[in-house]
Every structure is written in structure tokens, then in C-alpha cells.
């Protein structure tokens, strides 16, 4: 069981920039990725950057590569979304995930195993 509590969020102007949080707890030794998803009103749950704590260079969506960025403090055991230049599409409820299955695509909800409770970002124009 993993348990993830998210934290950061809230509004801002576009260009602004917000920082998401999420400490794992629970038996996270055996975690593929920890990752974000986002999803908008009406819109599908949504990848938007996941980290591989065995290796490999983090998966970031193309919508938001060259302005977010994610990051895993190892001895906290904390999740990171750098979220720089801010745009009113970003605007969604972000969710922090974990995908306990090796090579599954990070980019699809239903690898998810285990979710935050999420946090709303709101980009004003």
C-alpha cells in the first residue's frame, strides 16, 4: 500500500509559477514511476510528467516540456512539479500518482495504481 498526500497549488497569472508536493509513504520500494496526471472540466485524466526512482530520464508531456519539471527528493521520499511560465490550460485538478507495474506508459491512468486526493491549479489570463 503507498499513500500519497499532495500539497502547493492554487492561482496564479499566466507566467506565474507554482511548485506541487507529494510525500509518499507505505511500500513505495517497488514503485515504477511516481508521477503527476492533471484533468481539466469535461476533459480526460491526462500524464503530464512521471519520475523513474530506478533509473532512467523522466517522461515530461509535450505541452508542458521546457517549462515543468519533475524531481524526487530521495531521503523525504517527496515528489516535486516545478511549474514555470504558466498558462490558463494548465489550468486543472493535479494528481499525484505511483504505477507499481514495471514498463507500463505513463501517459495512461489506468497504469495507475495508487492516487493523491489532489490539488487544484487554477492560470488566470
Known amino acids: 500500500q503507498v499513500h500519497l498526500v499532495e500539497s502547493g497549488g492554487g492561482s496564479v497569472q499566466a507566467g506565474g509559477s507554482l511548485r506541487l508536493s507529494c510525500a509518499a509513504s507505505?511500500?513505495?520500494?517497488?514503485?515504477?514511476?511516481l508521477g503527476w496526471f492533471r484533468q481539466a472540466p469535461g476533459k480526460e485524466r491526462e500524464g503530464v510528467a512521471a519520475?523513474?526512482?530506478?533509473?532512467?530520464?523522466?517522461y515530461l508531456a509535450d505541452s508542458v516540456k521546457g517549462r515543468f519539471t519533475i524531481s524526487l527528493d530521495r531521503a523525504k521520499n517527496a515528489l516535486s512539479l516545478q511549474m514555470n511560465s504558466l498558462k490558463p490550460d494548465d489550468t486543472a485538478m493535479y494528481y499525484c500518482?505511483?504505477?507499481?507495474?514495471?514498463?507500463?506508459?505513463?501517459?495512461?491512468?489506468?497504469?495507475?495504481?495508487?492516487w493523491g486526493q489532489g490539488t487544484q491549479v487554477t492560470v488566470s489570463s
Open positions: 519520475f523513474y526512482p530506478g533509473g532512467g530520464s523522466p
Open positions: 500518482a505511483a504505477a507499481m507495474t514495471p514498463s507500463v506508459d505513463p501517459r495512461d491512468p489506468n497504469n495507475v495504481d495508487y
Open positions: 507505505g511500500d513505495t520500494s517497488s514503485t515504477y514511476f
